[in-house]
C-alpha cells in the first residue's frame, strides 16, 4: 500500500511557503507522492450544488509542482488532476517535461476531462468537446515526449515539422492517469492511461470501479 497527500496548492496550501513545508514534512513520513487539484476558474456566484466557494485559492498546479518537484528529493509530484481540455497540449507537454527534469522522473501526471460549464465558459472551450480534446491531447503530448521526430494528426490537434527538447527523464515520458467515472473515462484509462485516479469516494466503491475496470480490461486489446 502506498500513500499519497492530495491538495498539497489549494486552500492553505495555495500558501507557497506551508505547500512546501507540507510536501517536505510528507517526503519525511514516508508518503510516496503529494498531490495537487486544479480549477482555474470557479463560479460566482457558487451553485447551489458546488463545494468549493469561488473564494477558495488554487495555486497554479504547473507552479505548485515546479515549486515542490524543487524542493523535495524523493517523493513523486502528481497532478490530481490537470483539467486537460483546458490547455494546450504543445505548451503543456513543455511544461510537463520541464517538471519531470526538475524532478529528475519523479513526476506523475494525472488528467481529468472537467466538467464545470463556467469555467470552460471563460476559457472559450466547448464543454461538448471535452472528450475529443482528452484523447487527442494525451496522444500528442506523449507524441512530443516519446517521438524523434513527432507527429500527430487529429480533428484538433496537427502536430508536424516541430519538436520540442529537453524530453522527459523516462524514455516514455511520465506515467498517465486519468480521472473520471463514467464509462467513456473508464475505457479512456484503460486504452490510453497508465492508471485511473478516482477521488471523493470510499474503499467499497472503488473496489467495485476497479471490479468494472477490471472485467473491461480483459475484454481490451492491450498489455
Not at 22 to 45: I, K, R
Not at 176 to 205: D, E, H, L, M
Request: aromatic share 8%.
Amino acid at each position: 500500500m502506498k500513500y499519497g497527500l492530495f491538495a498539497i496548492n489549494y486552500g492553505t496550501c495555495a500558501n507557497p511557503e506551508n505547500a512546501v513545508r507540507v510536501a517536505q514534512h510528507a517526503e519525511a513520513a514516508g508518503f510516496e507522492s503529494v498531490w495537487t487539484g486544479e480549477h482555474l476558474v470557479l463560479p460566482d456566484p457558487q451553485p447551489e450544488s458546488f463545494s468549493m466557494p469561488p473564494t477558495l485559492p488554487f495555486m497554479d498546479t504547473i507552479v505548485a509542482l515546479t515549486l515542490v518537484a524543487a524542493e523535495t528529493h524523493s517523493i513523486n509530484v502528481a497532478s490530481g488532476i490537470i483539467e486537460l481540455p483546458l490547455h494546450h497540449p504543445v505548451m503543456l507537454a513543455k511544461q510537463l517535461a520541464s517538471i519531470d527534469q526538475i524532478a529528475q522522473g519523479r513526476l506523475i501526471v494525472g488528467v481529468g476531462a472537467g466538467y464545470v460549464a463556467a469555467e470552460f465558459a471563460a476559457m472559450g472551450v466547448d464543454l461538448a468537446e471535452r472528450g475529443v480534446r482528452m484523447d487527442e491531447y494525451i496522444d500528442a503530448m506523449r507524441a512530443l515526449w516519446t517521438m524523434p521526430q513527432p507527429r500527430y494528426s487529429g480533428s484538433v490537434v496537427q502536430l508536424d515539422g516541430v519538436n520540442g527538447y529537453p524530453r522527459p527523464v523516462r524514455a516514455g515520458g511520465p506515467p498517465i492517469v486519468t480521472g473520471g467515472v463514467s464509462a467513456p473515462a473508464r475505457r479512456r484509462a484503460i486504452a490510453k492511461a497508465n492508471g485511473w485516479y478516482c477521488f471523493q469516494t470510499t474503499v467499497t466503491w472503488a473496489n467495485e470501479a476497479m471490479r468494472v475496470i477490471t472485467s473491461e480490461l480483459e475484454l481490451a486489446n492491450r498489455p
